[in-house]
Each structure stands twice: as C-alpha cells, then as structure tokens.
C-alpha cells in the first residue's frame, strides 16, 4: 500500500532530528555539517522563519510554497513543533492570497501581549507589491487580521520585506524595501496596529569607503543597548554584506562596515557576548566553486568565528534560513535547498570555532 506523503514526511522529519543530534554531537571538531532533506511535495518551497515560545516547547516554522520560484500563486505555509523539534505537524496554509498574487518571505514575532505576528510581503501581476502581517493570539493555531505595514505619506507601489525583526520597550522595529534597493526603518508602538517612518538606511551610510549602497534584505538585532543591522547589497560590486549599528532606537545609523563575506538574506539572533547570523554565501572562485549556506558570530561588528558550512549546492537556490534558540547551549536552524527541501537542524553552540 503506498503511503501517504505527510507521513512519509513525518517519519522522514522525526529521523532527522535524531541524526542531526548525533551528527552535532560527532562533529564538533568538524566545519561542515551535512544535512538532510525533510520535506518535498511537488512545490517549490523557500524562505523560512522560525520561532519559539519562552519556554520553548513550541517552535514555529513558516515557508512560502508556490509552484516556482517566482510564480504569481506562493502561499505562507506553517509547521508547528511541541516537542523542541523532534516531531512536526504537517504544513498547514496560514494565508492563501487571492489568483494572481504571490505571498513569500514570512518572518514571525513574539510580542510581549503573547500575540504572535508573521509579516510577509505580496506581489501582483501589475507589478506591485505591498506588506503585510498577520495575527495570531493562540500561540500561531490560527491567524486573524491581516495588516498593511504602511506609514502615513507613503507613496510606494512596490514594498518588499526579508529578514528579523525587533522588539524594544515594546515597539517593533522593520525594515523595507523597494524595486530601486532603497530602504527605510518603520515602527509600531501599538503591536503592529499601525506604522511609522523612522530614517531612509540608504541615506544614513556614513563610511566614505562604502561606495554601494543599493540595500535590500535587512536583519535587525538587539544587544547589549545597541541597535545591529546587517543588510544585502544588490545591483553593483562589492556585493558584501553591511553590518551597522544604532544607540538611539534607529534614528541614526554608525559605523557601518562592509563585512568580508559576498552574502545573501542575513538572519540574526543574539547569544551571550555575540551576533549569530546565517547567510547564503554566494562567493565563486578558484577555490570555491559552489554556493552555500553558512552561520557564523559576529561580536562589535566583525567576524568572530569561522563559518559553519550547513550546506552547499551548485544552484544558486539555497539558503534564505532563519535562527532560534532552544537554551544556553542549544540552537535550532532552518534554510531551504533548491526549491525542494526544507532542512532543519538542532546544532551546539560548541561548534563554533573562535
């Protein structure tokens, strides 16, 4: 009897889990780590978020699936995890947009009222775009209230967004963008009722050296009373990431620095003394001849680790992952490969080389 494909995937996704711990616990000295695809149905699936509830035993995982990469019908999927990874649920849609519309990127927040928000943004075929987020108040069993992330005197037709977002003192901290790569910081002081401008990031570079500053997907982090963005550059070389940080809430941009790694999608989190952040690596020489997806610490704005090599792929379709801590010692990363897998893995701190 052929078996259903969800419990193909259940049973493929429970094994992954286990592997993936044995293999963190035996290749700490290792940098590489090689993981396995968890799910494949036929549909291009990409772009990942994943949180977690305070204690931990729920995590979320939200992806965009659509027919291809760029097809105008992507919808926002969901997996739920009640047992700190071990086992999944099946992917559920939590926001199906209309014909001819494409809703990719998902990105969640926790907010202190304990409503959970996924912001994602949604293309149509007249070549416009727009924000969005959605609601949830039992802990992501369902979603409400789809919002428009708009500020007063906004005029974009084409608003895209990828990567963290930010909670301070109870205001949430974004970042978009448009078709020309310019980028601007909003917050909501109301949970993400409504929005307001804070700066234009492209006009803020204050490094004479920096010579492009076409700026798109952009991570937010808060650490130890500083503000931290690392943002992809497009368009022009250098193509290396940006990393800069803010002491006044994201008014005002400082010692912004180009990272040494040409990268992709950047996601932060914050761990003891330093930034961990995952990247598509998209460097191709001599001596390296694929793309990857990488994770690596940063600490005051420079590279503090070598990189941990999660996967590699002569496609240029990989990566897009998002970070969540478990504990102290223990994290949970996702990324996509090619449009058919999502891969998780739960990997030790320890691995990091310093």
């Not at 259940?10 to 592997?19: A, D, E």
């Not at 003394?273 to 995952?278: E, R």
């Amino acid at each position: 009897m052929k078996m259903h494909p969800f419990i193909i995937f259940h049973k493929t996704l429970s094994l992954l889990f286990l592997l993936s711990i044995l293999v963190g616990c035996q290749k700490e000295e290792e940098d590489e780590i090689s993981p396995k695809s968890i799910i494949y149905n036929g549909w291009h699936i990409a772009f990942t978020s994943l949180t977690t509830t305070n204690n931990s035993k729920r995590i979320l995982l939200a992806f965009r699936q659509g027919t291809d990469h760029a097809s105008y019908d992507g919808k926002i999927m969901q997996m739920i995890s009640e047992d700190r990874g071990k086992t999944w649920t099946a992917p559920q849609t939590i926001y199906q947009p209309s014909e001819g519309k494409d809703a990719r990127d998902p990105q969640y927040l926790y907010l202190p009222n304990g409503d959970l928000i996924c912001r994602f943004f949604e293309r149509r075929l007249d070549n416009t775009s727009s924000v969005y987020l959605i609601r949830s108040n039992n802990n992501g069993d369902s979603y409400t209230q789809m919002i428009p992330m708009t500020y007063a005197g906004d005029t974009e037709s084409y608003t895209a967004t990828q990567g963290n977002m930010v909670l301070i003192n109870n205001t949430i901290y974004s970042v978009l963008y448009n078709i020309n790569n310019e980028t601007w910081l909003i917050k909501s002081t109301d949970m993400g009722y409504t929005w307001d401008f804070v700066c234009a990031l492209n006009e803020q570079v204050d490094n004479d050296n920096i010579k492009n500053i076409q700026m798109n997907e952009t991570s937010l982090c808060y650490h130890k009373n500083k503000m931290y963005l690392v943002c992809r550059r497009d368009i022009f070389e250098p193509l290396n990431l940006l990393i800069a940080e803010s002491h006044d809430f994201g008014k005002t941009w400082k010692n912004w620095q180009e990272l040494p790694i040409k990268g992709h999608a950047p996601s932060l989190i914050a761990h003891n003394n330093y930034l961990v952040m995952s990247y598509r690596d998209i460097e191709i020489n001599k001596n390296n001849n694929y793309y990857s997806f990488r994770i690596i610490l940063l600490k005051d704005g420079k590279i503090a680790s070598a990189p941990i090599i999660i996967d590699k792929s002569e496609c240029f379709d990989i990566g897009y992952g998002d970070i969540v801590n478990l504990d102290d010692q223990n994290f949970i990363v996702s990324y996509y490969k090619e449009g058919t897998s999502i891969n998780l893995y739960r990997l030790n701190y320890s691995l990091f080389k310093k």
